[in-house]
């Protein structure tokens, strides 16, 4: 069990940049790998990005490369998504979510997640 509290969405105009955090509040696991989806209503969640928490290892999804950075604070046991160059499409919720060992591309593999935050970005 890992709680996530995320933080940081708002309103932005495109091209604009927006810094999404999410901390690990409390645990009884130390997550292998902390990622993060997005959802529109209608549309299945969608993966964006994954961190291994141990190596630092990235990966993106093609949509949001070049754009997206993920992030650790070790200190502070958060995870950041750094968003520059936003698009409209970029509108949604946004979820951090953690798993115990390895990282995935698939929602459901991901036991827990943060409560969301919004990410509205206009032309």
């Known amino acids: 069990q890992v709680h996530l509290v995320e933080s940081g969405g708002g309103s932005v105009q495109a091209a604009g940049s927006l810094r999404l955090s999410c901390a690990v509040a409390?645990?009884?696991?130390?997550?292998?790998?902390m990622a993060w989806f997005r959802q529109t209503p209608g549309k299945e969640r969608e993966w964006v990005t994954f961190?291994?928490?141990?190596?630092?290892?990235?990966q993106y999804a093609d949509s949001v490369k070049g754009r997206f950075t993920i992030s650790q604070d070790n200190a502070k046991k958060t995870i950041f998504l750094q968003m520059n160059s936003l698009k409209p499409e970029d509108t949604a919720m946004y979820y951090c979510?953690?798993?115990?060992?390895?990282?995935?591309?698939?929602?459901?593999?991901?036991?827990?997640w943060g409560q969301g935050t919004q990410v509205t970005v206009s032309s």
């Open positions: 961190l291994y928490t141990s190596s630092g290892s990235t």
């Open positions: 409390i645990y009884t696991y130390w997550p292998g790998c």
């Open positions: 979510a953690a798993r115990a060992t390895q990282c995935v591309y698939e929602p459901a593999a991901f036991p827990n």
